[in-house]
């Protein structure tokens, strides 16, 4: 039987805003839910009676605690508690992982790179969410492992952007932005993360992903309970009109043509702009990567799993993780699926002794 154990911990302190000492411990909540996400803050809740004897113990530590669940004892989520549901008969606690506090930080203004590899910006930007801001809220993360983005699938080049520039932005949404980039047209999987652990540190990983062959689900396996499959042709694109100002103040312009998409569904255009692109060369490159993007339909496949049937990421026992590939095999009328799906994003929810699990998964990307 699965079991669950809750704590919310007190800040240590308040200049680095570590988690310290346990103010309230909960076996097996009446509800307890978790998810992560690739490159996105993970989440969780947990539900507790009003009558309970802890429920008074907590006044006053909303947005000023941490949250650690934890999975037959295995550390599966921490976050800080942001926030709450009341009514007369039950407390509803949502944490959000410490990613989110990148959310609240920023960069400074103009801040800027020039012949930058993608893990220098990384590591700035990281250094500055963790010990520049001053009262940082992950001033208490350690350092994990920050890697050089690479410019082919399973390359060894590095990255490196010619001019990178913030203004008072977000440092989760550069730290997307930089991740995405470093995905381009490859099927590397670059994700960043602050996993649970006892000592929690930031990672950067250039390629994260591996295909698991023995992960495997079937319609009619009696694993597959429900499924929502997603298509999102209205996206596709067959010809890209691009328009890019260069370092010379010259506006350089190419269109981009996939011939056979075009045939198969016609002429769907989008125009894009780029506020600075060194040359036509480069032009070039950049537009073969988005339209390689833009003919695709893409995939979003969700899999609802039969209670108890599956252990969810990130516990050890699940035999996967975030950006990892699942064989799944769905023949069923209109879909289709015999192959594998890379993970993008895990839902657990722990409701009356039973567990139940949701698994998100899209086609690899790249060429």
Do not use: C
């Amino acid at each position: 039987m699965t079991t669950y154990r809750v704590q919310v911990r007190a800040w240590a302190d308040t200049s680095t805003f570590g988690p310290g000492a346990i103010i309230a411990e909960f076996e097996n909540p009446m509800n307890v839910g978790y998810a992560d996400y690739i490159n996105d803050v993970p989440e969780a809740f947990f539900t507790i009676q009003q009558d309970s004897r802890y429920a008074p113990l907590l006044r006053g530590y909303e947005g000023r605690s941490h949250v650690w669940i934890y999975r037959n004892d295995e550390l599966v989520h921490q976050g800080l508690w942001l926030e709450t549901d009341n009514s007369p008969d039950d407390i509803v606690i949502y944490s959000y992982g410490y990613l989110a506090a990148l959310y609240w930080l920023h960069t400074d203004w103009a801040q800027e790179w020039t012949s930058a590899q993608v893990d220098t910006i990384i590591t700035d930007l990281w250094n500055r969410a963790q010990t520049t801001h001053t009262q940082s809220n992950v001033g208490f993360v350690g350092d994990g492992t920050i890697e050089a983005a690479v410019t082919t699938s399973g390359g060894a080049t590095p990255l490196v952007l010619p001019l990178y520039t913030t203004y008072y932005k977000r440092i989760l949404f550069a730290m997307k932005e930089l991740a995405a980039f470093s995905i381009g047209d490859t099927t590397n999987t670059v994700i960043f993360e602050i996993p649970p652990a006892a000592s929690p540190v930031f990672n950067f990983w250039k390629n994260r992903g591996a295909d698991k062959p023995d992960v495997r689900f079937e319609w009619g396996d009696k694993k597959i309970a429900w499924y929502a499959d997603r298509k999102y042709g209205v996206w596709q694109r067959s010809e890209l009109l691009a328009v890019g100002s260069s370092p010379n103040d010259i506006l350089l312009r190419k269109s981009v043509t996939d011939s056979t998409v075009m045939t198969s569904i016609g002429r769907r255009q989008e125009s894009i702009f780029l506020a600075w692109v060194r040359d036509d060369t480069e032009l070039d490159r950049v537009m073969d990567l988005r339209l390689s993007k833009a003919v695709r339909n893409d995939t979003d496949l969700m899999l609802r799993l039969y209670p108890d049937s599956l252990d969810p990421a990130p516990a050890s026992s699940a035999g996967y993780r975030m950006g990892d590939r699942v064989y799944v095999k769905i023949d069923r009328g209109l879909t289709n699926y015999d192959g594998y799906l890379r993970v993008i994003g895990t839902q657990a929810l722990s409701s009356r002794g039973s567990e139940n699990v949701r698994l998100m998964l899209q086609e690899q990307h790249g060429a």
